[in-house]
């Protein structure tokens, strides 16, 4: 199966015929779900002890798997936090796993980890961090903001009255899902302060004084958001910042989703505080157009996450040779084995240009605000709150939660758009909603129209 031969060079022909099909569609077709013994009909068996062919098998994906899927870059895709890789980005995508590199060491992957670096100060750069501040491209969010919490509380545990003490975090309802998750991970407990807007200084100061006196000994670090996933929201960096750094608790931002709009000079003041993180978390794959999955942690001391994660092995110990020294990823965040997921994205930047970057999310912002003009003059919808980022949290007049499934679910099975319910929380209690995230500047004025109507 590692030979060289027609049969190979024929699929692989036809690989690139269909990437390239695929990367030129600007509105592919929008896939549904089926059940698991659905697909199990329509396919049969294709794990099988002599196998059934390539040209079977990327028959039977082209044909029924694909369709079983929902393409991320659809311009009617609002739901989530939606992606629109560049073209560029995907191809180079390609080509990174063509090269087979292996991204954890300098030793094995210079020129690859030469270029995720590149791309990383730009990143960098946007935050603001002092001088020495740097970072590495993980899986996500998921695994930046685990990367980051356990290098703050490596940290706290210097002291060593904290060690084996069960560390404590404080964020707040709006922050996105995997900081609990996370939090489980590392066997940290997660204080969460009511609001799902704008979490202040005021609201952070106030829940510091609430703990115990044990509590406040357990409590290592602060969980700020950067662009809340369900509204856009950005929390009081600054106000979060001076009450951090007088706790002397570890300040982390989660900006997975949000991170993207720093490259926009119309909203970048709304994150000025960030630049006095500890670290920051910014996923690629959501705002800034990279394929999945191309996640960054983004730390002020580079050094204190190296202290945490670097590991260590005699079959390792050639990669710390004087002859092989050079920045090596995986001393700074959970994962060892790694592609160089950054590659595509470099290769994006370095063919289209910041300027570029900066157009494509704010397109982002655009199609929100716009969004938000034709929910104001439509009469059967409302806002719930004005646009954030590229947020827009609105309802339908009169409609209950089974009328907002009702309508995704048929708007999905139409393959005409996938716009999601969620839940907004007013007082004590939460309204089922509607909202659009936007990403891809390929999506209209028509396209929020056409799905405005269909609410009708």
Request: aromatic share 8%; net charge negative.
């Amino acid at each position: 199966m590692h030979n060289i031969d027609m049969d190979s060079v024929e699929m692989t022909l036809d690989v690139m015929k269909y990437a390239l099909n695929r990367i030129t569609m600007i509105s592919p077709e929008l896939g549904k779900p089926k059940k698991e013994e659905e697909l199990k009909a329509l396919v049969g068996e294709t794990v099988t002890p002599k196998g059934i062919g390539g040209e079977k098998a990327f028959q039977l994906f082209k044909d029924v798997l694909i369709k079983a899927t929902v393409p991320i870059d659809h311009p009617r895709h609002l739901a989530f936090v939606p992606a629109s890789p560049t073209r560029a980005s995907i191809m180079f995508d390609l080509v990174t796993s063509a090269s087979s590199i292996h991204g954890a060491y300098w030793m094995e992957g210079a020129g690859g980890i030469f270029c995720e670096n590149e791309a990383m100060k730009w990143l960098v750069s946007l935050t603001g961090l002092p001088k020495g501040a740097f970072g590495v491209f993980t899986s996500g969010g998921t695994a930046a903001n685990l990367s980051a919490m356990v290098t703050a509380r490596e940290n706290w545990r210097k002291d060593e009255n904290n060690v084996g003490e069960k560390g404590l975090i404080i964020t707040s309802i709006g922050a996105h899902s995997s900081v609990k998750s996370m939090a489980k991970v590392i066997d940290a407990d997660v204080l969460l302060i009511e609001t799902e807007d704008c979490m202040t200084k005021a609201d952070l100061e106030a829940k510091i004084i609430s703990l115990t006196p044990h509590e406040r000994k357990r409590l290592f670090a602060v969980v700020a958001t950067g662009g809340t996933t369900n509204a856009g929201i950005i929390d009081d960096l600054s106000g979060i910042a001076d009450a951090c750094e007088k706790e002397n608790l570890w300040f982390h931002v989660d900006a997975a989703y949000g991170g993207g709009a720093l490259a926009a000079d119309s909203v970048r003041h709304l994150f000025n505080g960030i630049e006095r993180a500890d670290s920051i978390t910014i996923d690629p794959h959501k705002w800034l157009f990279s394929p999945y999955d191309c996640g960054a942690i983004i730390y002020k001391n580079p050094e204190l996450a190296k202290e945490a994660h670097a590991q260590e092995g005699s079959y390792l110990d050639i990669f710390k040779d004087e002859g092989a020294q050079g920045f090596n990823p995986s001393d700074y965040q959970i994962q060892l084995t790694r592609r160089v997921r950054g590659l595509p994205l470099w290769f994006s930047l370095a063919m289209h240009g910041t300027d570029k970057y900066k157009w494509a999310v704010e397109e982002g912002i655009n199609l929100a605000n716009l969004a938000g003009r034709l929910i104001s003059e439509t009469e059967h919808v409302e806002l719930v709150r004005a646009p954030s980022l590229s947020c827009v949290v609105f309802r339908r007049k009169g409609w209950s939660p089974d009328d907002y499934r009702n309508w995704t679910y048929k708007n999905h099975r139409d393959g005409f758009a996938l716009v999601t319910p969620t839940k907004w929380r007013s007082g004590d209690t939460y309204e089922t909603v509607s909202r659009m995230c936007f990403i891809n500047p390929d999506t209209t004025e028509a396209d929020i129209i056409a799905i405005l109507d269909s609410m009708k």
